[in-house]
């Protein structure tokens, strides 16, 4: 035995779900809610250290695909009943999502947006400037041509729904094993058949790819090819501050986005630079970038003293949005759930759903074909055209 963790107390598990972020935690949550408690949840480190962990917690329904909408609405409303259904508080502020724009094309797509928004029932508007102003105190929109704003959008701390999807499912039977690495996948008749870990060999009936940016090792170790790339993005927080700033601000023209949590804090970062890695070093450069940006969009906020800074990696496909499901040239018996592209917690509680009914044998409330791998070979992917950075 090596390593920090425990080695799962049992050989054999109906399911296993490796990575033990928000996603993965909400399916195995799911599938003990749905009678299937001989569940293993492994993660290769402690629980937050993932994407969980290191994002900025927006949740928002403003997106340009119906398939993104439907999760993401879903999904506000779950938002909406955990602490009452899990005991864990994870601070739901429903401020909106305020978005500005500098080029009249942007403002042109964000209206195409909207209407497309509304259809399918989210309050999105075009807002103008004077009202992005009142809605956001101190807000200087030099060089802005317009702005959107869905005042149902909201913001969470993160860090609650791992602990408590991790302890309702705990309550049902589910075990979660941290500090335990899969270093490969045996394979027999299509299907899966065991891990091995570096704590020794599990077999299983069922196997969930959920690790995030490490979705597509895991895949290979299948023979199954992910497109899936990770892309380094930072992340800062401030000292608490009076309350002042409701909706996420977000500057379309740069990636950059800050929100206010429940604690006063700013928690802000700005798009990536897109690099294929998975170095999570802080750097000047970035700090650099974002006060620029914080002294261009809210410059009162000059004196502001940043308390933390870190880095973090998405887990980026081709169109923005995730591969959930069964793959044809995979093994029958291994779903993935991952290539988020930023937005995974936001949807965790739909996803976990709809992998918890694949397992079950139910079919999927929600057609899965739009998130299929196999939808980049057939042409048929469709690029979400509201993803931040």
């Not at 978005?99 to 807002?127: D, K, M, N, P, Y």
């Not at 394979?187 to 690790?211: I, K, P, Y």
């Not at 591969?323 to 093994?331: C, D």
Request: glycine share 12%; aromatic share 6%.
């Amino acid at each position: 035995m090596t390593g920090l963790g425990r080695p799962p107390r049992r050989g054999h598990y109906h399911a296993v779900v490796v990575g033990g972020g928000a996603v993965g935690l909400s399916i195995a949550y799911q599938l003990a809610k749905r009678g299937i408690t001989d569940v293993l949840v492994l993660d290769k480190d402690s629980l937050v250290k993932g994407a969980t962990g290191r994002n900025g917690g927006g949740v928002r329904a403003q997106w340009t695909t119906e398939e993104n909408i439907l999760l993401a609405k879903r999904s506000l409303a779950a938002f909406r009943r955990f602490a009452s259904e899990t005991g864990h508080n994870i601070f739901l502020r429903q401020g909106g999502y305020l978005f500005l724009t500098r080029s009249e094309e942007q403002l042109a797509r964000l209206r195409e947006a909207a209407a497309f928004q509304s259809r399918h029932g989210v309050r999105t508007r075009l807002i103008g400037l004077p009202e992005a102003e009142r809605l956001v105190p101190g807000l200087d929109t030099t060089g802005c041509v317009g702005a959107s704003f869905n005042p149902d959008d909201a913001v969470v701390f993160p860090w609650p729904l791992v602990w408590g999807w991790k302890a309702a499912a705990e309550r049902l039977g589910v075990e979660v094993a941290t500090h335990v690495a899969v270093t490969g996948l045996r394979t027999s008749g299509g299907r899966v058949t065991h891990l091995e870990t570096d704590q020794g060999a599990v077999a299983c009936e069922w196997l969930v790819n959920a690790c995030g940016a490490w979705s597509r090792q895991v895949a290979a170790m299948a023979g199954l090819r992910l497109p899936n790339k990770p892309e380094r993005h930072e992340i800062l927080v401030s000292e608490p501050l009076k309350p002042f700033l409701d909706p996420m601000l977000v500057d379309l023209s740069t990636g950059y986005y800050i929100n206010q949590d429940m604690r006063g804090e700013l928690v802000g970062g700005m798009g990536g630079d897109h690099r294929e890695t998975m170095d999570w070093s802080s750097s000047l450069e970035f700090l650099r970038a974002f006060a620029k940006q914080t002294m261009r969009l809210l410059p009162r906020l000059g004196p502001v003293k940043v308390l933390r800074q870190w880095a973090g990696s998405y887990d980026v496909t081709p169109d923005a949005k995730p591969v959930l499901g069964i793959a044809e040239a995979g093994p029958a018996n291994m779903v993935q759930a991952s290539g988020f592209s930023g937005h995974g917690m936001m949807i965790s509680p739909m996803v976990g759903t709809l992998m918890a009914q694949l397992v079950a044998g139910q079919r999927p409330e929600v057609d899965l074909r739009a998130f299929a791998l196999e939808r980049f070979e057939r042409g048929e992917a469709k690029r979400e055209g509201m993803v931040i950075g």
